[in-house]
């Protein structure tokens, strides 16, 4: 039965819907001509009664020839969501006469190109259903979460959706540094008036990273009364920040508050398969030829954040490139390795090796610095620079310098020393390898 439904949904529905509401749906059981379905968010809980329940109703009637009820569990829910009922109608709109207003809108931003994951389906949802209904469900939409998740891309499909539905609608996306900046600027040059035009006649307004208009008590204000303006009007508006609003700090009650009439939804980090998923997405897209398992190694590499994720792919290609290679999975862990040890290596100082070689050969760490030049201290001096070189970022001449003003090329001597000794000897090979770990850890 699921099964002919999803293709009756499929025929009737564009693809990116099919797979927002319909991909993301599993039948539980048909019993007794009631059928359960488990929904992952309550927006696609929402979504369904209004829009895709009757479907059911009516394929049902059409297999069965019995009255078919549909009933939607979302997952792992235990409270309901603070979803916003519809509460009023919403005002028609006049017909606007400028078009094609300059929304700033980054064009690879939009729902075909937006992967969908399990971190960020509910926000993909309830996207989707603010950009076919603007200004009526939820009002005001508000994301958060941690960098490059996402936020900026799905506001920014909320306004292409809602200019290729409505050519003739006004959207407006700014940054709260743009927003704040512009509000400055008006009041310097007396021309307010304008502002509050420029924000107050759209019908979509898109403001990215509020966490950032927060302290900023005239700037506060002033959103403060285009938000009422906007949302008394039925226009839509679309927030983003990197925590909820009640935790972002200083913001005011009373816009807290407001954001509460709407719905807050988190966009949480993509687990493996979505990463791949991204990554196989922007490899087809700029036509590059990657093995699955190299796009498997590289989404296993980087697991926060998809800017990120995006940059990795970039740099395995411009390494691919360099070097005249097919992109394959080792060539992806040599470009990827030195990204990998700047970030692990980053902490480590020239000082804490120094330390820690002292300690580990109980000797003074002003000898270690100096220029005695017996044996037990002159190969522990050897193996703090040959470290420093090795496990932190820092120059040659900055390595020589922290060792009590020595040549660089002392430290280059002392590198090739020490990698000697180690082929040599295994002691020595043990001990470095010994001291990496206890900086390691
Ligand atoms: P945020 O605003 O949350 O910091 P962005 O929206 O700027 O993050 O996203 C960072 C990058 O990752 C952008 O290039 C965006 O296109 C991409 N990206 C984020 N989420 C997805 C996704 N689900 N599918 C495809 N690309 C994505
Ligand atoms: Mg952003």
Request: charged share 25%.
């Amino acid at each position: 039965f699921w099964k002919d439904l999803e293709d009756t949904y499929q025929s009737v529905l564009s693809a990116p819907s099919f797979d927002a509401w319909i991909k993301t749906t599993q039948p539980l059981k048909l019993e007794n001509n009631q059928l359960w379905l488990e929904v992952p968010s309550a927006v696609h809980k929402d979504y369904w009664e209004k829009n895709l329940a009757a479907k059911i109703v009516e394929t049902g009637f059409k297999l069965t020839g019995a009255e078919v009820m549909p009933h939607f569990v979302v997952t792992g829910e235990k409270e309901t969501m603070p979803v916003q009922e519809e509460k009023k109608a919403p005002v028609t709109q006049e017909k606007i006469a400028e078009h094609g207003k300059k929304a700033l809108l980054n064009p690879k931003y939009s729902f075909d190109t937006f992967v969908i994951g399990k971190g960020n389906q509910m926000a993909h949802a309830a996207a989707l259903v603010v950009a076919e209904d603007p200004g009526s469900i939820y009002n005001p939409l508000f994301f958060y979460g941690g960098v490059g998740l996402g936020k900026t891309h799905l506001m920014h499909a909320i306004g292409h959706q809602m200019l290729q539905n409505r050519p003739d609608a006004k959207v407006k996306y700014v940054s709260s540094e743009t927003f704040t900046n512009e509000f400055i600027n008006s009041i310097q040059t007396k021309n307010s008036e304008q502002f509050r035009k420029e924000y107050r006649n759209v019908d979509l307004l898109l403001v990215d990273d509020i966490q950032f208009l927060a302290e900023k008590e005239a700037t506060l204000e002033e959103f403060f009364h285009t938000f009422n303006d906007l949302y008394n009007e039925n226009k839509q508006i679309v927030l983003t920040s990197d925590r909820p609003p009640n935790d972002i700090p200083k913001l005011p009650e009373r816009l807290v508050s407001r954001f509460a009439w709407g719905l807050s939804v988190d966009i949480t980090p993509p687990d493996l398969e979505t990463r791949i998923a991204i990554l196989r997405k922007k490899a087809d897209a700029e036509r590059l030829e990657i093995p699955d398992d190299t796009l498997s190694y590289i989404a296993g590499q980087i697991d926060s954040n998809i800017r990120e994720l995006e940059g990795a792919l970039v740099r395995v290609q411009a390494f691919a490139t360099i070097n005249g290679e097919d992109i394959t999975t080792s060539l992806a862990a040599d470009a990827l390795k030195s990204l990998k040890s700047v970030g692990s290596q980053n902490h480590l100082s020239i000082l804490q090796i120094q330390e820690e070689v002292a300690k580990y050969y109980h000797i003074q760490l002003k000898d270690l610095k100096g220029k005695k030049r017996v044996k037990s201290i002159v190969v522990p001096r050897q193996i703090s620079m040959y470290l420093s070189r090795e496990m932190t970022e820092n120059s040659l001449p900055k390595i020589g310098a922290e060792f009590g003003g020595k040549d660089h090329t002392t430290v280059i001597h002392a590198h090739e020393k020490i990698q000697q000794l180690m082929q040599k000897d295994p002691t020595i090979q043990k001990e470095v390898g010994e001291i990496k770990n206890l900086l390691n850890s």
